[in-house]
């Protein structure tokens, strides 16, 4: 019961870390666009050097999630899953296996934002569908962060439901 335990309390860190790494992500998708709103500055070479490191630390900020949430999807899908069989009641692994098919919606978010940045870092658009793909992005980018941080909210319930009769077992059996 202690390893269960002790993976609840990992998985709701991650859960912690992962969304603070995407609202970085979001920041950072915002700076991005933000440069846009300086007509005359976007023609000075500084600034288009700037855009291209804010792009490039994008892309770096989305392969680190992209890798820390595959493994976590994987904690989840595969241990966390067992332990709510485990130990869960029939509602409760009813509705974790539900918000496991979240998964892959939102690892398809995550793609879709590494292609629209490598799109913005590969050049070859014009000024007008660059300053329009930096739109979408950043809005892909929130809303991506939008659902994982729904997702992990309502994980997170599970998992405190799960932790909650896991401690009363612990207590019973004492």
């Known amino acids: ?17 992962i969304i603070q790494r995407v609202q970085t992500l979001e920041q950072v998708a915002n700076d991005v666009e933000a440069m846009i709103g300086f007509k005359k500055a976007t023609e000075a070479l500084p600034v288009r050097f700037e855009r291209k490191q804010n792009l490039q630390k994008l892309q770096e ?9 595959r493994a976590h999807f994987n904690r989840e899908e595969t241990a966390l899953l067992t332990a709510f069989e485990k130990h869960g009641d029939r509602k409760l692994l009813s509705t974790f296996r539900s918000l496991l098919l979240e998964h892959e919606d939102l ?45 992990a909210g309502s994980e997170q319930g599970l998992l405190q439901i799960l932790r909650s009769e896991l401690m009363s077992r612990e207590k019973e059996n004492d």
């Open 61 to 69: 900020l989305l392969e680190t999630i992209s890798q820390r949430l």
């Open 107 to 151: 690892r398809n978010h995550l793609v879709g934002s590494r292609k629209h940045v490598a799109e913005l870092i590969g050049g070859g658009l014009s000024h007008q569908v660059w300053e329009a793909s930096v739109h979408d992005t950043r809005d892909h980018i929130s809303n991506t962060r939008k659902l994982l941080e729904a997702h």
């Open 1 to 17: 019961m202690e390893e269960v335990l002790a993976l609840i309390d990992k998985i709701i860190e991650e859960h912690n870390t």
